[in-house]
């Protein structure tokens, strides 16, 4: 189901189509009819930036007033000093800023169809401008001056002097409708916050949800270089933010609380997934899972690194967080077989944890890959606790290791098949 188109959406649509005027003409009605459609003023900001123009900064300080840091932070490379914007948001949204357990304003209404006045309709080039200008000089908000704002995840853990270069590391990026951000089994290079506007995301022909206002999204790519798992495409025309992996590793190798938080989460974001979309998981009833993922242990594999080895007993049962790993067999000659490549929610070694032999498989790891490690000791702790889990690691192992099992077999019988003709 598609979006819903407003005024607004037509005025983005248009922007981004190249139709800067009309853009500009819409928002300037919208904002002069009612000085609360700030969403009109963030799109107006932007067009007065391509004609040269500086956005005031104290636009800037009605969407902190709002607590609304991703379109505060979309209009801050316009204003005449982009670096006192950044540090007015990171003032209000640090940990050690005014944040507090409060909710956003709410957006305003969608405005209705609006009707162009004739002087409107007909200004062009510096006319047009200077009348942007004025209109977003009286975008206002009722939300306080100085009134706390919501603790937002991320951003809000980290002390301003942190937060603010942090901030730095986004970009603005429009999206049109239709467009991904991201394509499933591209290299993830990016982690996103959406701004304005809604994204579906998909694997394959499957929904796996939708994001709004403040999501955050592709932040996998910041502890794993496996290609992405989905795709994110815009439904309307969208805002985001975009900062660069490149940029991010560097602001935490420089600056110890950013890499600190930027890990803390994105293992908060994992275990939140995997907890909602893993089968072994699923096994456990929802408030016991939080307790049991707690008992796991989180490791790191680098590519072409081994987690399961053919022939030996596994001391541990892992759950792939992030990345992925190749499962391989080996036939009657010692010839490799690929028999699976697994992914964020699936489990490995569970064969010889609980069937209680050597592993039939190396599992390597094909990218960077995070994985949880539920050890011996913690794993029989969690079967007496969790007896369900058992059950549903007894009949997954039971089903690999026959399928492990065919697969050896078949491909013995191909190759027999073959010296005998």
């Known amino acids: 189901m598609s979006a819903r188109v407003t005024t607004l959406d037509d005025a983005w649509a248009a922007l981004l189509a190249g139709e800067v005027d009309e853009a500009t003409r819409t928002c300037v009605a919208l904002l002069e009819a009612d000085p609360g459609q700030v969403g009109a003023a963030a799109l107006l900001a932007r067009s007065v930036h391509l004609a040269g123009k500086p956005t005031p900064l104290a636009l800037v300080d009605v969407f ?145 949800a939708e994001l709004g206002p403040g999501a955050i999204f592709g932040e996998m790519s910041l502890v794993s270089d496996a290609p992405r798992a989905a795709s994110v495409i815009a439904l309307e025309p969208v805002l985001l933010l975009a900062a660069s992996r490149a940029d991010l590793e560097a602001l935490a190798a420089k600056t110890r609380a950013i890499g600190e938080q930027l890990s803390s989460f994105c293992r908060r974001r994992m275990l939140s997934n995997l907890m909602r979309h893993s089968a072994i998981l699923g096994a456990v009833s929802p408030p016991d899972r939080r307790a049991l993922v707690e008992r796991f242990e989180t490791r790191r594999f680098k590519r072409g690194e081994a987690l399961v080895t053919l022939g030996e007993k596994t001391e541990g049962l892992f759950l792939i967080a992030s990345g992925a790993v190749r499962v391989q ?93």
Request: net charge negative; charged share 25%; glycine share 8%.
């Open 64 to 208: 902190v007033r709002r607590g609304d840091l991703p379109n505060a932070l979309s209009i801050a490379g316009f204003t005449p000093d982009p670096k006192a914007a950044r540090r007015a948001i990171a003032a209000a949204f640090a940990s050690d800023g005014r944040t507090d357990d409060v909710a956003p304003a709410p957006p305003p209404l969608p405005a209705g169809r609006i009707t162009l006045d004739p002087d409107l309709a007909r200004a062009r080039g510096d006319a047009l401008v200077a009348r942007a200008q004025a209109a977003l000089a009286s975008a206002e908000t009722d939300a306080e001056a100085g009134a706390p704002v919501p603790a937002l995840p991320l951003f809000s853990a980290l002390p301003a002097a942190a937060l603010e270069p942090l901030l730095g590391a986004f970009e603005p990026r429009p999206l049109a409708a239709g467009e991904a951000a991201i394509h499933e089994g591209d290299e993830g290079k990016e982690a996103f916050v959406v701004v304005r506007g809604s994204l579906r995301v998909t694997r394959g022909e499957t929904v796996l």
């Open 329 to 421: 067999g080996r036939d009657a000659d010692g010839e490799t077989l690929e028999l699976a490549t697994l992914g964020p929610g699936d489990v490995v070694g569970e064969i010889s944890l609980v069937l209680r032999r050597p592993a039939t498989a190396d599992v390597v790891a094909t990218h960077q890959t995070v994985a949880l490690e539920l050890k011996h000791e913690q794993f029989q702790s969690a079967i007496r606790q969790h007896p369900e889990l058992l059950s549903e690691l007894y009949e997954l192992a039971t089903k690999r290791e026959e399928e492990t099992r065919t697969v050896v077999a078949q491909e013995t019988l191909d190759v027999e098949d073959v010296v005998l003709l």
